[in-house]
């Protein structure tokens, strides 16, 4: 009865009850098929986007609606709109983020974040080469409970990608910098393969601002040097061939055998997140990680409650380095996922937060 009454505002959700189905999602944001309904045949967490190329898309015309038994959902120039296929096949959403992401400046760069939800804040660190929207199962299914706040990294989705030579502790100096930013003293990290990385730079600087840590498909140790020279490859790749030839060398790195294999549409919106990375921040990145110190000694000085997740088909950061971790760090607990590679948090979503659900609780 309430719906009859409701208005959109950032990140609010409608559920429909029905399949609508179409196969040009994106004429919203044409301006086309004013006050019909919009939906999507695809069942996974992130069904779809209002996108061409998976790129988010901007609405830049008047006003345009999605209408739903008497609601019209209206958006505007300055919104962006996300649909998502969420649980079953019956069951789906519209999802309105009114003005886009928020912004600050660190350091001369400027940087994009969501924030969303209230409570005990969670900061999410992506993995590389990818961006924010990575989190976005874990943002949805937690925001309604904790506040949750995810960055793009510079280099990385709508922050700045300058091209120079940073390190991570940079990066964990851009973490700080946001929570300065957001007012917050103490946060829960979640960090993914090189968010990870970063978050190990935070502790080693910001220790004391920790509430939590997960550490997920990440190492401690430096690179080898076999991993050094493949990371110069990789960077002469992204240089010379562009994006396009990074994402066909990562795909087979970042998502498990059983994903490659059964979740064609997860593989397409990888592709998609690494294609649209600006050159200049893969190339820092893998400056970046071939010079990151060896984080092995400083694992015992980690107090924090920390969990350490690793997907059962991730060959990029094997089980025995996550095992190496939760047996150097004093309050650590180890979990592992099934059927997820690198990108366990796509993988097996569900999985995935029911574990850091777990964890945050714990903390109380």
Not at 162 to 176: I, K, N, T
Not at 177 to 188: E, F, G, K, P, R
Not at 326 to 354: K, T, V, Y
């Amino acid at each position: 009865d309430r719906l009859s009454q409701w208005t959109p505002r950032p990140y609010d959700l409608v559920l429909t009850d029905e399949i609508i189905e179409t196969s040009r999602p994106q004429a919203l944001c044409q301006g086309h098929h004013r006050g019909k309904r919009y939906g999507l045949r695809r069942r996974e967490e992130i069904a779809c986007r209002i996108v061409s190329g998976h790129h988010r898309s901007r609405v830049e015309g008047p006003l345009h609606s999605i209408r739903r038994d008497g609601i019209t959902a209206n958006s505007g120039p300055g919104s962006i709109l996300l649909i998502l296929g969420l649980g079953n096949a019956t069951t789906h959403a519209a999802l309105f983020s009114q003005g886009g992401p928020m912004f600050f400046q660190t350091q001369g760069i400027r940087l994009a974040y969501d924030d969303k939800g209230a409570g005990l804040p969670i900061v999410f660190l992506h993995a590389f080469p990818l961006n924010r929207s990575m989190w976005t199962p874990q943002i949805y299914a937690l925001s309604s409970q904790w506040r949750t706040i995810a960055l793009d990294l510079r280099g990385h989705g709508e922050s700045d990608a300058p091209l120079w030579s940073f390190s991570l502790d940079q990066y964990a100096d851009d973490v700080a910098a946001l929570l300065d930013h957001l007012n917050i003293s103490q946060a829960v990290l979640v960090g993914l393969s090189m968010g990870g990385y970063v978050s190990l730079a935070f502790s080693r600087t910001y220790g004391n601002r920790l509430l939590g840590l997960v550490l997920a498909d990440t190492r401690a140790q430096a690179d080898s040097p076999d991993g050094r020279t493949g990371r110069f490859h990789l960077a002469q790749t992204a240089y010379t061939q562009g994006t396009e030839a990074v994402a066909n060398t990562m795909l087979p790195k970042l998502l498990g055998a059983t994903s490659l294999k059964s979740k064609p549409e997860l593989v397409n919106r990888i592709r998609g997140t690494i294609q649209q990375n600006p050159v200049s921040g893969i190339v820092v990145d893998l400056m970046a990680m071939a010079a990151r110190p060896d984080s092995v000694a400083h694992l015992p000085a980690i107090l924090c409650s920390t969990l350490v997740v690793i997907g059962d088909e991730d060959h990029t950061t094997p089980l025995v380095d996550a095992q190496l971790m939760a047996s150097h760090i004093p309050h650590a607990r180890l979990a592992i996922i099934p059927a997820a590679g690198h990108l366990s948090n796509c993988e097996q979503p569900e999985l995935f937060n029911d574990l850091l659900r777990g964890f945050v609780e714990g903390l109380r």
